[in-house]
């Protein structure tokens, strides 16, 4: 049988954000259906992607989407990529699509499915779980697929990476090795994005690198790309670097890598590369990284290959919680590599989290006044979430330590306190009105100051590479935007200060009654 495949990045609940919010937030760029759509066609499998982001899915869309697929002698295959806070809506998606074509193969890949493959198993709409990296395993389900007969029928005992169902009875694959050599990989999918590539401010993104050796505890990446590092082949990265400049005219280009310094031996070479071929007076680069993996020889390459955006994960600015989360790097190294790199000139960025094990309010307000007191331009607090499969999630449910998943775990997601208020973690001791308050005060506050101010009106803003905010924003329609984001955030920040004190005054209360009783 032939296989077409439809390859869908769902959408989030709007219940965890506001659109007020949203309209400012970046349009991620799935990488991951990209990666996978690359290796398909390389093999002979033509692939559409659908987008939620841009465009939602409902039954009249689906129909549409089936019947353009839909030929003599075909199988048509669904896969879904799945966040934690978008697993309810996959199996929803998952659902209607077996509700209009029962014939219809459903899979679903992604960090959440690969640590949680029974969750997707148990809804009954997902026919098979794609675990860990997934360009060879998807390949080798579709080759096993292209076979006649019902799906229930077809043999896919030795396919590495998979679950699935035989009959009633779950069945999980012995894992897939992860995949040693990167350059065997083709190209990354552009050309499937391009026509909405202005809708995507991370549009022109590459990859250089994947997996990561450190183990932050607070980190799910791993669940799919791993520790072990591995490259991507200079001709290769280059290769990427030179398609979107040439053919889609980009003039910022972000890596994406878990740790794109992890090793000298890759990126040192890169920059030499990327000046050699004089890239850098075409295009500039933004990179995350940590601070601990900068010294002034990188830093110089990196100014060199016009790197015009470095972000750090800070996280907090107690060295008692970097040793807690495990970060493998010290408070004092991320200040040093923030304040050498913006003395060479580069826009740096930072992340920080609220709400770790063990955090006080005087961690929290420690970590305020160290941010605020560092040459940052832009700089995202976050309240902690506890991915499932984390070594912080396992270790909080063995501590026996309360964890709130509501469903479609919607409240897994850095927006979440934006909008409600049922956090998935508060640390022992912490008021949760106090923490999210105070983490919008954090986020508000930093850029109210006159220096922030000042760089809001004088510099492209990213956000943790979250919040995009071009040169000028101030004099197009990103004003109205900000005058309405600015609007719900202080209408937001009253409603959750009123909560607190109204549970201060309660508290008081019962304390007085228990007193007199």
């Not at 869908?8 to 949203?22: D, F, G, L, M, R």
């Not at 607070?218 to 290769?239: I, M, N």
């Not at 878990?258 to 850098?280: C, G």
Request: charged share 20%; net charge positive; with cysteine.
């Amino acid at each position: 049988m032939k296989i077409q495949v439809l390859l869908i990045n769902p959408s989030i609940s709007s219940k965890t954000q506001n659109p007020a919010v949203t309209e400012v937030i970046r349009c991620s760029f799935p990488m991951s259906l990209g990666h996978i759509a690359g290796y398909l066609e390389a093999n002979g499998y033509p692939v559409r992607i659908h987008d939620e982001q841009l465009a939602p899915l409902g039954p009249e869309e689906i129909r549409r989407q089936l019947n353009g697929l839909r030929q003599a002698d075909t199988r048509i295959v669904v896969g879904l990529t799945t966040l934690t806070v978008t697993s309810g809506r996959v199996y929803e998606l998952a659902r209607m699509f077996k509700e209009i074509d029962p014939d219809v193969a459903t899979m679903t890949g992604g960090i959440h499915a690969s640590v949680l493959p029974q969750e997707g198993l148990d809804t009954g709409v997902i026919d098979f779980v794609v675990r860990g990296e997934g360009e060879l395993t998807t390949v080798e389900l579709l080759q096993a697929l292209s076979q006649e007969g019902e799906l229930a029928e077809i043999d896919v005992s030795g396919i590495a990476g998979i679950s699935y169902r035989k009959g009633s009875a779950p069945v999980h694959n012995p894992a897939r090795e992860l995949i040693s050599d990167l350059s065997t990989l083709p190209p990354f999918a552009y050309h499937l994005f391009e026509k909405n590539r202005q809708h995507y401010s991370g549009f022109s993104s590459i990859q250089s690198s994947r997996g990561c050796p450190h183990a932050c505890i607070f980190c799910s990446q791993r669940s799919l790309t791993g520790k072990r590092y591995r490259t991507v082949s200079q001709e290769r990265v280059l290769g990427d670097i030179d398609l979107l400049v040439n053919k889609y005219g980009a003039t910022t280009i972000r890596f994406l890598d878990d740790n794109i310094a992890a090793s000298k031996k890759h990126i040192m070479p890169l920059l030499s590369a990327i000046v050699a071929r004089k890239y850098h007076t075409r295009v500039s680069f933004e990179a995350p990284m940590r601070g601990d993996n900068l010294d002034e020889e990188l830093l110089d390459k990196l100014k060199a290959a016009n790197f015009s955006l470095v972000t750090f994960g800070l996280e907090t600015g107690s060295e008692q919680l970097m040793k807690v989360i495990n970060k493998g790097e010290t408070v004092a190294q991320v200040v040093r590599a923030i304040r050498m790199t913006a003395a060479k000139g580069i826009t740096v960025g930072t992340t920080l989290i609220f709400g770790l094990p063990t955090e006080t309010r005087q961690d929290r307000w420690r970590t305020i006044r160290l941010v605020f007191s560092l040459p940052l331009d832009s700089a995202r607090f976050n309240i902690l979430t506890p991915y499932p499969d984390t070594p912080l999630y396992k270790d909080l449910m063995e501590r026996g330590e309360k964890v709130t998943v509501l469903p479609g775990w919607i409240n897994f997601s850095v927006q979440y306190m934006w909008e409600n208020d049922d956090l998935p973690y508060v640390p022992p001791g912490t008021d949760k009105y106090e923490l999210i308050l105070t983490t919008m005060f954090a986020n508000l506050a930093f850029y109210l100051r006159p220096q922030g101010l000042r760089k809001l009106f004088t510099k492209s803003v990213a956000g943790g590479n979250v919040v995009h905010l071009p040169k000028r924003w101030y004099m197009s329609k990103y004003l109205l935007s900000m005058l309405r984001v600015l609007f719900y955030l202080l209408q937001r920040f009253l409603r959750v200060g009123g909560k607190m004190i109204l549970r201060k005054l309660v508290g008081s209360g019962d304390q007085r009654s228990a007193t007199k009783a």
